[in-house]
């Protein structure tokens, strides 16, 4: 017969009913076994169901699902679907079988029935499965859960079994007669079809789950028989939907048969006794079927003792206002709603399990909360078992726990996987499932899945990918939904609801808005739940679930507790079985190599074909390849080997940041996995070991910045010894020990210029918690020498040796560098070197000026075999600068180059004045080859840096160590030239030639720091180069005809530039004896001179000279006046803190017999000769008044002080008599 839907007549037994909102309702199939909706057949009337069709019960593809719709049991199905899907569980909020939804949403009309389920908490999500009683408790051979049997029979079924209360399905003869009726009708039913439409079938509806998507590393999965508490059962439904039914969402299971035809694609089929009347709960049973399964019409087949008598087709939409069996939408609506809060404000403990169960014809719904039964249980049969000395009791065990167990871990794996961003509330959510999943599953029995945990754990604390350097976690949270309620927040009080017996919805008769359509309409409401509104309101009231808290916390909170999760997957380790491991392996590359054969079949089937209109693309190339095209032919080469050798290791974690890198890294950790190695035992220690070392970089790039040092060097040996193991399997992994050693470099240079914290520093390092010492034994356990690393980054109470540590750290660092690091660490290591050649220096230094007080006190011990001290000081400062020299170069870092280039120069320096065991004296040749080689340094020095643009202050800083040389130079030669005369005439000319281009060096115009030390060494070099002039006179000239005016005029011009400039500057001790040389030169003049008015004519220069002293005078007084307000507690005068005293004393005593010889002489010229002003008479005067004063007041004992102010005094009285003589000369001419 045709197919046609036309002859179907409506159905006009429909009450008349008001148009009101109709309840939402939307279905998105997730996974269908069957392929399209069943051919529709209308069956000829007086068809006879009772004959079995030749098709009945078969079970392949042309079936449609229709030998499983109605006598397999699903068990526990909601496990099953939580891990086929495990990114609905925590989206929402019930997971179970489609007939357990209509059980329970037929509840008000259902007096009668029993209801037995059991309930577990997921994140958000309730998972409900039917609990057939007499299936799984009451069978004497099943002693599996002999604790909860115990239980329900003395306290559920304690009061009598007359009425089978606790059975959940009805059994008898004709129900069993009705399913088969209906199996045969459906079968008669199916039109059947050529196999050309089921080749035309969409891919993606026949294609099982793929695997989980791979962002991180490969991780173990649960074994089928640990997903499920009924393994056995491998029940599939037809359809696995995601029904929305008002605001409440569900995944469930469905096997209800679909038929379509040419006019009506989808529609349901039901068959009806025509002798008897539908009732409410078959109504009910229809609609919700349609709802779930977005079935617009279904079509009733009415039959006399299965002989066809009429069709008939009502849309969905009406089956509420049937005649006999009508309802409320609405009804069912707030039932729905109701249930699902009062299970979620009471089974609240995740991981728990709940059971749900309500007899025939009782009036309470009760929740018991069976995994405290178990533990109490548990705990009275441990106790009884002890008292008696007998073995434990077994088999007291939670038989859901492990399959809840599995389920939190897999849903956690999911949303960790495959959320592309994890913010703090996702990574909270994944918290609480995994901390749950520890809690329920025992680490001896399930170390696999314990540590993956675990690692998953310490991966949400420190992702893969963080720069150790600076980590930045998302503390702001974007996230629209969660596992977990967000209207907890409405609630203040947070009172936990105990639920470890039973809570149960009581008897209410009072009226409720909710329930009167239902009455009205011939329904007959069960009392059990009439009260279940009222009841609800008191548990929203009181109650408040709790709510995982965002993953936030600082840089150390996360690292450590990271580290703890890593410390007990550890732990984990040693429970591994190693021949069950290997067979698990074994089947996993079994079913690895199935899903590749049937790739490659699906491949072969479905061949990548050309379309019609769509042009094939051919390669381009263009015949001269330019320069950016033989540059993209480089780095695709470049990644072309990087993925190859990424294929053969596993990636770091630090580096795995992108998507690429992602993708790569699930291919190499499959094959890491299974082909490398075979077990999970090294696969998850591994993952551990890598993940510490990625958080103890972490850690110890915090307490670095912290200036930590001590607690920076233990992370960082324990991440270097990580990172070892690693390597020791995984020899092509890139490596981060140059990193790692490169910071520990660091972390010991860092120490050495913080030498006083250095005891808190050794202290720190020898601190270790308790997660560190797990890691520890277990790197210990893997590298045979394990002391290597430990003696390498321990520090030492010695600031030598830490330097020296330091450098061996950035030399080992630079054997595993890329060439982009290894100028980093090179910078690094000479500047290491250069501060240790400056120690070695300065502690020369101190040893040699100790030997040589030790030589002049006559208690130098006797030259032994073994080299002075200061000499191995010596090299070993010049060795550093050698290296450090050869580091810059290197990286032709010029700026450090030059800084080492000076420091050279002022080693050469000081070696100029070492004398090595065997010398007594230094000779004035070695000395000088030294300098040469100074000032060779410095030169280099000025040319690395070519101008002083390139570095102001490191152009200054050479500019003023050459000059400091070239003036220490040119002191020496000429002291030395002084006491040897027999190469006089050579060494003035090489000392004058330093002295110039020493004084040339002396920067005075730039402002800077150093401006005042450049002007005081320019007066210096004056006074120097005078001196050198004025001896040159004293040698060479003994006549005045001979005298070299020339000479004289440059001694003359530098005497003056040296007062000017050390007048400018108060430096009153040089001063003094500039103005004492010069006075002498003005004695020698009149020693030379011949004619008597010369000789007068010099020495009032050499008198006028001593009156210009007159300013020295006052600067030491003001200089003793402001140092004694500022230090009003110092005895005695304070200006021998600024000038040599002694020295100053002596000059002071030279310059008064210079000017008393001034003044006698300047009497006898007079007296000899002609005076026509009559100035002998005041000379004398004056020269009385300077005796008067030396032995009146007792100069020779007075202090300092006391003996500038009495020379101030009597040089303003000498200059008012000498201004006196002058005016009466001048008015008697």
Not at 74 to 99: I, K, T, Y
Not at 386 to 410: C, D, I, R
Not at 570 to 596: D, R, V
Request: proline share 4%; hydrophobic share 35%.
């Amino acid at each position: 017969m045709e197919d046609s839907n036309e002859e179907i007549e409506p159905c006009r037994d429909i009450g008349p009913h008001e148009l009101v909102e109709s309840v939402k309702s939307q279905a998105v199939i997730k996974l269908s076994q069957v392929y399209l909706p069943a051919h529709f057949k209308r069956l000829e009337l007086q068809t006879n169901l009772n004959q079995p069709p030749l098709n009945w019960l078969t079970t392949s593809e042309s079936s449609h699902g229709l030998h499983q719709a109605l006598y397999q049991s699903a068990g526990f199905a909601s496990f099953r679907l939580g891990q086929m899907f495990p990114d609905c569980v925590g989206q929402v909020d019930v997971v179970s079988d489609a007939e357990n939804i209509k059980q329970l949403l037929k509840l008000p009309y259902s007096a009668q029935s029993a209801i037995s389920m059991v309930v577990h908490k997921v994140g958000n999500t309730l998972l409900l499965d039917e609990f057939d009683i007499q299936k799984y408790l009451l069978r004497k051979a099943d002693d599996d859960w002999k604790w909860l049997r115990t239980f329900i029979l003395e306290h559920i079924l304690a009061y009598g079994d007359k009425q089978h209360n606790y059975c959940l399905k009805e059994r008898s003869r004709e129900a069993l007669q009705r399913k088969n009726l209906l199996s045969k009708f459906l079968y008669h039913s199916l039109k059947q079809t050529d196999g050309e439409e089921l080749a035309k079938t969409p891919t993606q509806l026949t294609s099982h789950r793929t695997g989980l998507p791979l962002i991180g590393p490969l991780l173990p999965e649960p074994k089928i028989e640990e997903n499920v508490p009924d393994p056995k059962s491998s029940h599939a439904f037809n359809r696995n939907v995601v029904w929305t039914f008002e605001d409440i969402r569900m995944l469930i299971g469905t096997d209800m048969p679909i038929f379509g035809g040419p006019n009506r694609p989808c529609i349901s089929l039901r068959l009806r006794d025509a002798a008897q009347p539908i009732n409410v709960l078959t109504g009910i049973d229809y609609w919700l079927d349609n709802l779930m399964c977005n079935v617009p019409e279904v079509i009733m087949c009415y039959h006399l003792d299965g002989i066809v008598q009429k069709y008939e087709i009502i849309k969905t939409e009406d089956l509420p206002y049937l005649e006999n069996s009508q309802f409320a939408p609405q009804v069912v609506r707030n039932v729905a709603q109701n249930i699902l809060a009062f299970l979620k404000a009471n089974a609240t403990k995740a991981g728990h399990t709940y059971w749900l169960f309500k007899g025939r014809n009782d009036d309470v719904v009760k929740l018991y909360d069976l995994t405290t039964l178990c533990q109490t249980q548990t705990a009275a049969a441990a106790a009884a078992a002890k008292e008696e000395a007998a073995e434990p009791a077994e088999h007291k065990t939670n038989p859901f726990t492990v399959p809840v167990g599995m389920l939190l871990y897999s849903v956690a794996r999911n949303m960790k996987n495959t959320a592309e961003h994890i913010s703090p509330k996702t990574a909270g959510n994944i918290r609480a499932l995994l901390d749950n999943c520890i809690k329920l599953l025992p680490k001896e029995e399930y170390p696999q899945i314990v540590s993956s945990s675990h690692y998953i754990l310490s991966d949400l604390h420190v992702p893969a990918g963080i720069d150790p350097k600076a980590p930045k976690f998302d503390e702001l949270d974007s996230d629209t939904q969660s596992l977990y309620d967000d209207d907890e927040d409405e609630v203040d009080e947070e009172d936990d609801v105990d639920v470890t017996n039973a809570e149960s919805l009581e008897c209410d008769y009072g009226d409720s808005k909710y329930y009167q359509s239902a009455a009205q309409s011939g329904g007959k409401a069960n009392v059990a739940v009439r009260h279940i509104c009222d009841a609800l309101r008191d548990f929203k009231s009181h109650t408040k679930q709790s709510k995982p808290a965002p993953l936030i916390a600082s840089t150390v909170d996360r690292c450590n507790i990271s580290l703890a999760h890593i410390s007990a997957g550890i732990s984990c380790l040693q429970y591994f079985n190693g021949n069950q491991e290997e067979k698990f392996i074994k089947e996993s590359e079994t079913h690895a190599k199935q899903e590749e054969r049937q790739r490659i079949l699906h491949e072969e089937q479905n061949p990548n074909m050309a379309k019609p209109f769509n042009a094939i693309p051919l390669p381009y190339e263009t015949l001269k390849p330019t320069q950016n095209d033989a540059q993209l032919k480089l780095v695709q080469k470049q990644q072309k080997k990087s993925k190859q050798k990424r294929r053969k290791s596993v990636e770091l974690q630090q580096i795995a940041s992108s998507p690429k890198a992602a993708a790569n890294n699930q291919q190499l950790s499959a094959k890491f996995n299974n082909q490398q190695f075979g077990s999970w035992n090294v696969h998850l220690k591994l993952l551990l070991l890598e993940k510490a070392c990625l958080t103890y970089a972490t850690l110890a790039e915090h307490h670095y910045e912290a200036k930590r040092y001590g607690v920076t060097l233990r992370a960082i040996e324990l991440a270097y010894r990580c990172q070892q193991v690693v390597n020791k399997y995984m020899t092509n992994l890139v490596s981060q020990q140059s990193c790692l050693l490169g910071r520990a470099g660091d972390c010991f240079f860092q120490m050495s210029k913080h030498w006083s914290e250095i005891d808190e520093y050794l202290k720190q390092y020898e601190e270790q918690d308790e997660s560190a010492r797990i890691i520890d034994a277990e790197l210990t356990s893997e590298l045979t020498d394990p002391t290597e690393v430990a003696t390498v980054l321990a520090p030492v109470n010695n600031m030598e040796q830490i330097m020296l540590l330091s450098c061996k750290c950035y030399e080992q660092a630079l054997e595993h560098a890329q060439d982009a690091a290894s100028n980093e660490l090179l910078r690094r290591l000479g500047n290491v070197r250069n501060e240790l050649a400056l120690k070695y220096m300065y502690w020369a230094q101190e040893e040699y000026s100790k030997v040589v007080r030790e030589r002049e006190a006559g208690t130098a011990t006797t030259a032994k075999a073994e080299e002075p001290l200061y000499v191995k000081l010596t090299v070993n400062s010049y060795d550093c600068l050698c290296r450090g020299i050869k580091a810059f170069t290197a990286v032709q870092d010029n700026v450090n180059l030059a800084f080492l280039y000076c420091n050279m120069g002022r080693f050469m320096r000081l070696r100029a004045h070492l004398t090595m065991p065997n010398e007594s004296v230094i000779a004035t040749d070695t000395q000088k080859s030294f300098y040469q080689e100074a000032f060779n340094y410095y030169e280099k020095a000025k040319d690395c840096l070519d101008t002083r643009k390139a570095n102001p202050e490191l152009w200054d800083l050479v500019h003023w160590e050459l000059s400091t040389a070239m003036f220490t130079l040119a002191k020496q030669l000429q002291d030395f030239s002084a006491a040897d005369k027999s190469n006089f005439a050579e060494a003035s000319k090489e000392v004058l030639e330093l002295l110039q281009k020493s004084l040339q060096l002396c920067d005075v115009e730039h402002a800077g720091a150093r401006q005042i030390l450049y002007t005081f060494r320019s007066g210096l070099i004056h006074k120097r180069i005078a001196s050198f002039h004025y001896s040159q006179l004293r040698a060479n000239c003994t006549d005045p005809s001979h005298i070299s005016k020339l000479t004289l005029q440059l001694c003359k011009f530098h005497y003056e530039k040296a007062t000017q400039i050390l007048t400018s500057l108060k430096e009153v001790s040089d001063l003094l004896v500039v103005q004492l040389e010069r006075i002498s030169l003005q004695e020698f003049l009149t020693e030379l001179s011949t004619h008597c008015g010369q000789k007068i004519k010099h020495m009032q220069v050499a008198l006028d000279i001593c009156l210009q002293c007159e300013l020295i005078f006052s600067h030491v007084i003001e200089t003793s006046s402001s140092e004694n307000e500022t230090n009003a507690n110092a005895s005695g005068n304070t200006i021998g803190s600024v000038i040599d005293e002694d020295e100053f004393v002596a000059h002071l005593s030279l310059y008064e017999s210079r000017l008393q010889n001034a003044l006698k002489t300047l009497i006898k010229l007079l007296l000899t000769g002609k005076d026509p002003k009559k100035l002998s008479a005041s000379y004398k005067q004056m020269y009385m008044e300077t005796l008067t004063g030396k032995h009146g007041i007792g100069a020779q004992q007075a202090t300092l002080v006391e003996r500038a102010h009495h020379l101030q005094t009597l040089l303003l009285k000498l200059k008012a008599m000498c201004d006196a003589s002058t005016c009466a000369s001048n008015e008697s001419l």
